[in-house]
T-cell receptor, first 108, second 114 residues
């Protein structure tokens, strides 16, 4: 069955530190993969997406993600986190099947 | 303009009320979506409209009735809801129904059913 898993429910990082949010998928073929961010009480905003080509994808707000077929992963990274990055992050596949989300807290 | 607007922002209704949620986009998108999001949960797809025709209904109870009067407007009519239907209802649109098309989300309507 198709699924997407975000193993970390909540992550806390210090401002300026690097960030990696994990996403694992289970799908028969190479899926379309997405990362969205949701600020409290708001809709979702697309950060980046991947289907084929270069496995390192650049997105908005300084985020990037790397597709690793061998690990069925599509992890989101940012080299230096800003306080405004505190939000909920969702990984999604194909038909908008979302992972459970990872809540990011940024410490001053 | 990449904005999807939703009205109202908040709605409180009783179980016997009839109300409607409205979603509008002026980006020329031909696909529009309704999602339901419970607190601390991911969005769940409810309906998809493509070229003003309902193309996906994710087994949503009939007390939720979508309507797409034109390519810019999407409504969700609510009737005889249950308290467990309280949630954030998100609307989204995309250029087309393709899996690659970026979905643009509105801010949502926070619905409380008493």
């Amino acid at each position: 069955a198709q699924s997407v898993t975000q193993p970390d429910i909540h992550i806390t990082v210090s401002e300026g530190a690097s960030l990696e949010l994990r996403c694992n998928y289970s799908y028969g073929a190479t899926p379309y993969l997405f990362w969205y961010v949701q600020s409290p009480g708001q809709g979702l905003q697309l950060l980046l997406k991947y289907f084929s080509g270069d496995t390192l994808v650049q997105g908005i707000k300084g985020f990037e993600a790397e597709f690793k077929r061998s690990q069925s992963s599509f992890n989101l990274r940012k080299p230096s986190v800003h306080w405004s990055d505190a939000a909920e992050y969702f990984c999604a596949v194909n038909d908008m099947r979302f992972g459970a989300g990872t809540r990011l807290t940024v410490k001053p | 303009d990449t904005e999807v607007t939703q009205t109202p922002k908040h709605l409180v209704m009783g179980m016997t009320n009839k109300k409607s949620l409205k979603c509008e986009q002026h980006m020329g998108h031909r696909a529009m979506y309704w999602y339901k999001q419970k607190a601390k949960k991911p969005p769940e797809l409810m309906f998809v409209y493509s070229y003003e025709k309902l193309s996906i209904n994710e087994s949503v109870p009939s007390r939720f009735s979508p309507e797409c009067p034109n390519s810019s407007l999407l409504n969700l009519h609510l009737h005889a809801l249950q308290p467990e239907d309280s949630a954030l209802y998100l609307c989204a649109s995309s250029q087309d129904r393709g899996r690659w098309d970026t979905q643009y989300f509105g801010p949502g309507t926070r619905l409380t059913v008493l």
